[in-house]
């Protein structure tokens, strides 16, 4: 059985958009997350709204995505992975809404660095390379 850490992010991806296939045919905006580490996605969802309240009551949309609208958002969001460079932890948001029967995807690409690891990989020397002034 394969690892999820054997998988392509592109594959990870495609995976992602499979599980959320049932909920994404009911909403027809949102924001669709993953979180990645290690190049690995970990958690990942959807942010949304989907009652609408008027009068005191909600009522929920009558329709989503259709299958070919999911179709083209998944491919917009592979097509997004081309501009990934050299970072491996991070999120990727995808806001998504439907306008005039087409979907319209917007993509968020967010790397995160920890100082940890920089301290582990890059020692202070003895040299004074690098100042201790304050930026005050």
Do not use: C
């Not at 394969?2 to 594959?11: K, N, P, V, Y």
């Not at 009522?59 to 460079?85: C, H, I, N």
């Amino acid at each position: 059985m394969l690892r999820t850490e054997q998988l392509s992010l592109a594959r990870q991806i495609d995976l992602v958009f499979k599980e959320l296939q049932e909920e994404l045919s009911g909403l027809t905006s949102g924001i669709v997350f993953v979180q990645i580490r290690n190049n690995v996605i970990g958690k990942f969802g959807i942010r949304h709204n989907p009652l609408a309240g008027r009068s005191g009551s909600y009522a929920a949309e009558p329709e989503g995505l259709t299958a070919g609208q999911q179709s083209s958002f998944r491919v917009m969001a592979l097509e997004s992975l081309k501009y990934k460079k050299r970072w491996t932890h991070g999120e990727i948001s995808y806001e998504f809404a439907v306008r005039q029967g087409m979907v319209v995807v917007d993509a968020t690409l967010e790397s995160n660095y920890n100082m940890a690891n920089l301290m582990i990989r890059y020692p202070r020397s003895n040299h004074g390379d690098v100042s201790d002034q304050s930026f005050g």
